[in-house]
DNA sequence: TTGTATGCGTTATCAC
DNA sequence: GTGATAACGCATACAA
């Protein structure tokens, strides 16, 4: 309510209610120190003229700026096709709107850049608390944030990898079971996957899980490393399929390889389930999209980011966060995995 | 480099370096009034003290918070399920680092929220400039935004729909013209459509448009509308094509609709592009991951994030921005779109 | 070229 | 319960 072009301060706020600037400043933030017909009295003329504290004289006063940072790894084309980090973009701002923040997001090209964008926020202070992901081994971020414990930082990754930082962690290694388990009951001896970047640490740490399962159970098992576009997953698919005796399923790193990989299989005349399983990790919306719909495990990624937000609000307000564990992943079956065929 | 706990201020540089406040701040932000000695030597101590200044004190002083504003409206599950959104945070971040500039991005639940969430960027000032997508026909936020002229915003939306505010738009109507064409070249009379809600603006315009030129060409013609996720698309299509004469072509307003549209065909043993051809808006990964190929209109998206983070800037320069086009639409033939078939 | 002083809009401390 | 006043950290007009 007003056409105001000089804007409005919390001195006009005062003066319109008749009362002092520290009256208002009382009764907006429900602080003692102002009567309770003063205090609505003020709450009526702010509202009336579409006052709020500045943004920025706000922030300069308390030290807080009521916004958390988030760095977007910049591959765009990777980033619109991975669904992954809108849906942790969405638990978050679901949990920071309840919260009154916001999240400052910025573009990354290069783990240099991202190194910068850190620093930037260290010093300009134009974050309470920043978010890690996408984790590499012996990340130079992490360092980084131990040297400024100033920065409040949370980490989504596996606990390994966050060298004591408060860490959001999801239990890989058990999905990896899950997910041979399941191919080993339906009579596959003869698995590979198809994976994320080497250097990112979660693939790292399912490497490690599958070599160990699938030994225990004297599983042939192959691994391909590849960086999650449908081109990458696709290719991946066919080189895989190309060697005798081929595998009898596949495991996906991501929904949008095993998307990729399925069409794949199916350019080369092998059916899905009936030549070939496949499985995929995440489980968004391709999955049930897909046709044959695909196994997958599935895992509450918006939850995720609803936790990551309120992990890092009990950060700014002081506390202590050690390690947390997401919701745990479940096995979707689905029709993209079936008995393993006869013979190869 | 400093294990600093207290924060460093320009202060504290101006010591080290022997000189005085507004020497630090001259020479960092490039303003003559100091000299080439003492710049240089100022900017060594200030990045030796990892000294930057305060953003928010920076704010404050410039009223200028070098921040964007984009919300997103909240389906979680709409939101990792399109591409679009990515696509744009990935081109308006890309533009806006190389200024120096950062996205803060909030969450709104519905129309309500969206509306306080402008009205509270307005009142605190936390934003230097706003973007506005999805509108809806007379939609409340553009005059909310005329009444408050203080606020830079660009809409990203048909010309049509924005009231004279900045607008990026591009010509959907030209795209419709295109995917008709191509549909009958290949002998289609019978075309359905599976749009998106009803009540977002460039909805209505591609209706208006597929209306025009299907009775142009005297083609029979059907839409549906349906709300962009899967679920929707695939009911969408099946009731489609339970009615007699069934469409021999169906165009999806976007991909995910059409790739668990292709997917539902396939289920009723409804081959593509045989029975049915395909085709979809926008073409995202899941068009060519997709099993056959989706032809689709190829826009590019990323490229028209940047020139809205452009344009905001231009606005945000005090310079005038009227209706600016985005890039024109490409049609992508691929495998699901084919000969009509003889007779349905 | 350099240093001093004031404003930016809040919050919070302190007298009243 | 209320009203001046000093931070908060920087930019900048102004004086030296």
Not at 63 to 66: E, F, H, I, V
């Given at each position: 309510m007003a056409g105001n072009k000089g804007k409005v301060t919390i001195f006009d706020v005062a003066k319109a209610a008749g009362v002092s600037s520290s009256a208002v400043s009382y009764a907006l933030n429900g602080k003692?120190?102002?009567s309770e017909a003063t205090r609505a009295k003020v709450l009526r003329v702010a509202s009336e003229l579409g006052w709020k504290p500045n943004g920025a004289a706000q922030s300069l006063a308390e030290?807080?700026?009521?916004r958390i940072g988030l760095i977007l790894g910049y591959d765009p084309k990777l980033l619109s096709v991975e669904p992954y980090m809108m849906g942790l973009i969405s638990g978050l701002g679901a949990e920071l709107e309840e919260h009154d923040y916001s999240m400052l997001v910025r573009l990354s090209i290069g783990e240099e850049d991202e190194r910068a964008i850190i620093e930037d926020w260290i010093a300009t202070?134009?974050?309470d608390a920043l978010l890690l992901t996408n984790l590499e081994i012996g990340d130079p971020r992490v360092d980084l944030l131990k040297e400024h414990p100033t920065m409040k930082a949370l980490a989504i990754a596996?606990?390994?990898?966050?060298?004591?930082?408060?860490t959001l962690t999801s239990d890989d290694a058990a999905a990896c079971g899950m997910a041979v388990q399941h191919l080993y009951e339906l009579g596959h001896r003869n698995i590979a996957r198809v994976a994320?970047?080497?250097?990112?640490g979660h693939s790292y740490i399912r490497d490690a899980a599958f070599s160990e399962i699938t030994s225990e159970l004297g599983i042939k098992y192959r691994c391909l490393h590849a960086d999650y576009t449908p081109e990458a997953g696709a290719d991946a698919t066919r080189r895989l399929l190309?060697?005798?005796?081929?595998?009898?399923a596949i495991i996906y790193d991501n929904d949008v390889m095993a998307l990729a990989g399925e069409s794949a299989a199916n350019q080369l005349g092998?059916?899905?389930?009936?030549d070939l399983s496949i499985m995929s990790w995440d489980d968004s919306f391709m999955c049930t999209a897909a046709h044959p719909n695909i196994t997958a495990l599935n895992r509450d990624i918006v939850e995720a980011g609803r936790m990551a937000a309120a992990l890092m609000l009990k950060l700014i307000d002081g506390e202590e966060v050690g390690v947390v564990e997401e919701p745990p992943y479940h096995l979707r079956a689905r029709?993209?995995?079936g008995p393993a065929p006869a013979e190869a």
């Open positions: 003692p120190g102002v030290s807080k700026t009521r202070g134009n974050v596996d606990a390994s990898l966050t060298g004591g930082l408060p994320g970047p080497e250097e990112l190309s060697v005798s005796p081929r595998p009898t092998v059916s899905v389930p009936g029709e993209s995995t």
